[in-house]
C-alpha cells in the first residue's frame, strides 16, 4: 500500500515541530547574547575606567614633579591586564607625558591626540575600546588619562556562546524529534489509519470496513468514532439498495416471464383465429354459393336474397377477422427502425389506391423530401391506412383532394393527412381511434372500424402521438408524430 | 394419362369445396385424398394404408394443409423434402393461417408456393384455377426418377 499519505503528515508534524522549537531556541540563544554582550560591554568599560583611575591617580606626583619616568613605571603596571594594547597620560596642554605599549614594536607611535572636549569618555572604534579620563587632583584637573584596550576577550566569549547555542540547538532539535516521532504515534497515525481505510473502502466499496479507534477520546478518535459511524449507515443503506434491486430484478424477471407466457398463448390465439375461424365462414361461403348454383330453380328470389346475405356477412366477418389479426401483429411485431422516406412511400400507396378505383379522379398532393426514423413496414400501414381512409371517405364528393405533409402543431412538427371528404362530428373525436368505433354506418361508407386502432398502436408503439381535426362534412386532418 | 393431385386435408367441408373448385375448373386430374400428415406420407412413399404402392407415381403437386392431425404440416414437407425420391416434389402450401412465421418456415422448408384459402368462395375458385393452371399445365414437372 502506497505510504504517501503518512510520509506527508508525518514530515510536516516533524518539520513543523523543528521549526518551532528551533526558532524558539534561536530567539533565545540571540537574547541572550545580545543581553550579555551588553553587560559584558559595561563591566568592560567600568574595568577598564578603574584601571585608568588607579594609572591617573598614581601618575599625579610624577605630573607635579615633571617626572615622566615616574610616569611610565606606574602605566607598566598595566602589564598585568592583557587587554590594554596601549595607554597615555597627557598634560593639561594635550601634550604627551608618559606612554605604555603592550607590544614593543609599538613603541616609537605616537599617542593619538585627545580631543580637548572629550575628557570624560569611552568608545568602541575598530574593535577596540577607547577610554580617556581627566586626572584631578584636589578638585583640578592636572592631566588625561588614555587607554586602549582590545574586544579579544568579548570575542572568546562570543565564540563560545556560538558554540553552547549550537549544541543546544541540536541537542534541542534531537529533543524534537524524538518528541514528532511520540506524537506521530498519537496523532498521524490514526489520522494516516483513517485516510487508508477511507480510501480502501472509496476503491472497493467494501462498506464492511471499520477504522480501529485509538481509544483515546480525543479528536482522531471522535473522527475514527463518526466515520465508522457513517460507514454503518452506508453499509446499511447500501444492503437496503441492494435488496431493494434485488426484489424489482426478481419482480421483472417474474412480469417478464409472464409477458412472455402471456405473449405465448396471445400467438396461439391469433393462430387459432387466424387458422380455425377462418374455416367455418369458407364452409358457410362456399356451401351457400353451391346452394345458390346447384338448386337455383328450387328457390324463390328471396331464397336467393337469404343466401346472398349470409354470404355478404360471412365475407364481412373474414374480414374483421383479418382486420383483427392485423391490428394483433401490429402491437406484437418487433419494431426495427430505419430512416423512410414517407413522401414515395405515400405516392406508393396513393398511386395502389387510384389503381384500385380507376373510375376516380383524386388529386393527391404530397409533400417532397419527408423521413422519418421509423419502421418502414409499419408506418407504411399506417399510410395505407390514413390515405384509404381519406379515399374510402372523399368518394362521395365529386373533386377529391387528399393531402400529405409535415406542418407544426403546438410547437412539435407533426405529419397530416388532410381530406376533403365526409369528416366527422367532433363531439366523437376521442372515439375514433378505439377498435370498432365507426362514426359512419356500413351502409354510408365500408369498414371493420379496425384501420385507425391499428394506426394508432403502431404510432404509439413509435413512441409518437396521432390525433384528428374535422367537421362534418368538412373534411378530415389526421395530425401523427414518430 | 394425367398425374394425380394430392390432397392434404383434414377438414371434410374444405375438402369438398377444394373438390368443387377443381370440378368448376374442369380439373378432372385424379384428387387423391389424405385426412392427416402421416396418411400422406404413408402414400408418397408406400407405407402402412398404401403398402405395395408404386411410389415411383408421384402425384402432379401436392396440396397441403399446415394444420393437420398426427403429423404438421410443416412436418410433412419436411419429410417429402429430406427423401431423395421426393426431394423435387412440388408442393403448394394451401392454408388459412396467413401468418409471416408460417410464410417463412414453409418457403425455409422448401415450398414452392404459398397460398392463403380465401373466405369467399368466388375468390377461393379463382385460386383454384390459377392453380390449377400453373402446376398442371404451364408448369414443367422435374423428371422423374425412371425416364
Redesign the interface.
Known sequence: MPRITHRSITKKLTRMNMLVSGAALCIACVAFVAYDLVSFRQAMVYNLSIQAQMAGSNSVSPLLFNDPQAAENTLSALKAAPNVISAGIYTLDGRPFATYWRDRNGQGQMLPKVPATQTEAHWFKDGQLVLVRTIVFEGKPTGTVYIRSDLREMTHRLKRYAGIAAIVLSASLIAALLVASIFQRAVAEPIVHLAEIARTVSREKSYGMRATPTGKRDEPDILIGAFNEMLGQIQERDGALQQAHDELERRVEERTAQLAAANKELEAFSYSVSHDLRAPLRSIDGFSMALLEDYADRLDEEGKVHLQRIRAATQRMGMLIDDLLNLSRMTRAEIRKETVNLSSLARSVAEGLQEAQPERRIDFRIEDRLEAKADPRLVRVVLENLLGNACKFTSKKTSACIEFGKTRQNGNSAYFVRDNGAGFDPAYANRLFGAFQRLHGATEFPGTGIGLATVQRIIHRHGGQIWAEGAVEKGATFYFNL | MDKAILLVED?P??E??TL?ALKKNNIRNEVVIAHDGAEALDYLFGTGKYAGRNTDVLPQVVLLD??LPKVEGLEVLRRVRADKRTKLLPVVIL??????QDRIDGYGLGANSYVR??????Q?IDAARQLGLYWLILNEPPPSRRS
Open positions: 377438414n367441408d374444405d369438398a369445396l368443387r399446415l394444420k392454408t388459412s393461417s396467413n401468418e409471416e384459402k380465401p373466405v369467399d368462395f368466388n377461393f
